[in-house]
T-cell receptor, first 118, second 112 residues
């Protein structure tokens, strides 16, 4: 079973509109972290926002916010007032606390290709 | 700039060649990672190094050989690769557990 599911392979959005990118996850670990990354065409992965499983409030970073619904195992990324420069691939990822070892890799979803149209 | 630098940015190699990918970070991070990103597939974790020791090897073929000589440098040695190994190879580092990883810009590898 997939640990991270992103159901939107691609999205077209008008500039200045808000965007919601879906992410659901699967884990039995009570302690985990959820991440969103942006990957522009240049290839590098840019960290956007982090949500810990025990955080009471939804994470926010500038125009980015994470709609964390723990019971539904959902961690959607919301981008407010989208800009042309937001066009990129967006990846949801998870790190489980008990996946073994002192430093654990992230498990990524397949990504959503977001295109902002003028 | 995330502080993680990968070289080369692009690499084309034949199936009989031997090449190495290099990753460097001066962020003081203890953990470094190699990921493979193939077309239309999620990023796949290949190797994890923590304090210069390998802690995870996700059944990666032996034609990929990592090396971590110190906490700032990570290499991926490549030999006798296959065309299906063509992908974007991303290096990342993190201070440790439970925090975000910082990625390099990747090496676009093409095996011909």
């Amino acid at each position: 079973a997939q640990k991270i599911t992103q159901t939107q392979p691609g999205m077209f959005v008008q500039e200045k509109e808000a965007v919601t990118l879906d992410c659901t996850y699967d884990t039995s670990d009570p302690s985990y972290g959820l991440f969103w990354y942006k990957q522009p065409s240049s290839g590098e992965m840019i960290f956007l926002i982090y949500q810990g499983s025990y955080d009471q409030q939804n994470a926010t970073e500038g125009r980015y916010s994470l709609n964390f619904q723990k019971a539904r195992k959902s961690a959607n990324l919301v981008i407010s007032a989208s800009q042309l420069g937001d066009s990129a691939m967006y990846f949801c990822a998870m790190r489980e606390a008990n996946s073994g070892g002192g430093a654990d890799g992230l498990t990524f979803g397949k990504g959503t290709h977001l295109i902002i149209q003028p | 700039e995330t502080g993680v630098t990968q070289t080369p940015r692009h690499l084309v190699m034949g199936m009989t060649n031997k090449k190495s990918l290099k990753c460097e970070q001066h962020l003081g991070h203890n953990a470094m990672y190699w990921y493979k990103q193939s077309a239309k597939k999620p990023l796949e974790l290949m190797f994890v190094y923590s304090l210069e020791e390998r802690v995870e090897n996700n059944s990666v073929p032996s034609r990929f050989s990592p090396e971590c000589p110190n906490s700032s440098h990570l290499f991926l040695h490549l030999h006798t690769l296959q065309p299906e190994d063509s992908a974007l190879y991303l290096c990342a580092s993190s201070p440790g557990q439970g925090v975000e990883a910082f990625f390099g810009q990747g090496t676009r590898l093409t095996v011909v």
